[in-house]
């Protein structure tokens, strides 16, 4: 009688330390749900940015713009952004002036570059976050130089500084990938510079000092990004 007895003491025993299974699958739910809760609100430090549409047409006529951007968080609800760019001939000049019709004119080149800056507070974002609506103050200076293929010292020199008051949405796509679309208005001041040896015809730019001359703009565009 004693030995039955044993053996039921240690089966209870182990019944008393063997962990519940049901326990432990509704903790490994919970645990589930909170990493997937955090994961869709965890804190994004920084993003690395590009426009896909700025190589087509900037705001410079005639220029496209290969852009790289970095947003970082500095505080819960603010951010910073740097930026540069190169600029050089936008990609619809540079189609039309490879037709076959076209063969024979002379080719605009273009050669630049951009800076740019801005500071976001963000409307609804969580905390360290980049998401969601924000407003921005936005700067940018850019310098970019036209001149006709093969004649370096003709030249026509185009600087564009501009600040602008954006408001904006920024969309973080399973914590790898941001989208962002922004619009507002703000402030040009265009400075023209033309070099030209005598009997050299300039580039022909006519056309464009009402639009250089004008000091209100409106901006509307959008990046894509990777978030780090």
């Keep these: 009688m004693i030995r039955p007895a044993k053996y039921a003491l240690i089966f209870l025993c182990i019944l008393c330390i063997w962990p519940d299974t049901r326990l432990l699958a509704q903790g490994n739910v919970r645990d589930s749900l909170m990493e997937a809760r955090l994961g869709r609100n965890r804190p994004a430090r920084a993003i690395i940015k ?11 006529p005639m220029t496209g713009e290969y852009r790289l951007n970095a947003e970082m968080m500095s505080g819960k609800k603010q951010s910073l952004s740097i930026g540069a760019s190169y600029l050089t001939r936008s990609l619809f000049l540079a189609i039309a002036q490879n037709l076959p019709a076209n063969s024979g004119a002379d080719k605009v080149g273009a050669n630049g570059y951009r800076v740019q800056g801005a500071y976001r507070y963000y409307l609804l974002n969580k905390p360290f976050r ?65 070099r030209c040896r005598p009997g050299y015809e300039p580039i022909d730019t006519e056309n464009l000092q009402p639009l250089l001359r004008k000091h209100f703009k409106f901006s509307l565009g959008m990046n894509i990004g990777i978030v780090l």
């Design 130 to 194: 980049p998401e969601g609506l924000y407003l921005s103050l936005h700067a940018s200076f850019a310098s970019v130089k036209f001149n006709f293929k093969g004649y370096p010292d003709d030249y026509q020199l185009l600087q564009h500084f501009n600040v602008n008051l954006l408001i904006g949405g920024q969309l973080i796509i399973a914590n790898r990938v941001s989208l962002e679309l922004f619009l507002g208005p703000g402030f040009k001041n265009n400075a023209y510079i033309s």
């Design 50 to 60: 590009t426009s896909p549409f700025s190589i087509f047409y900037w705001q410079i």
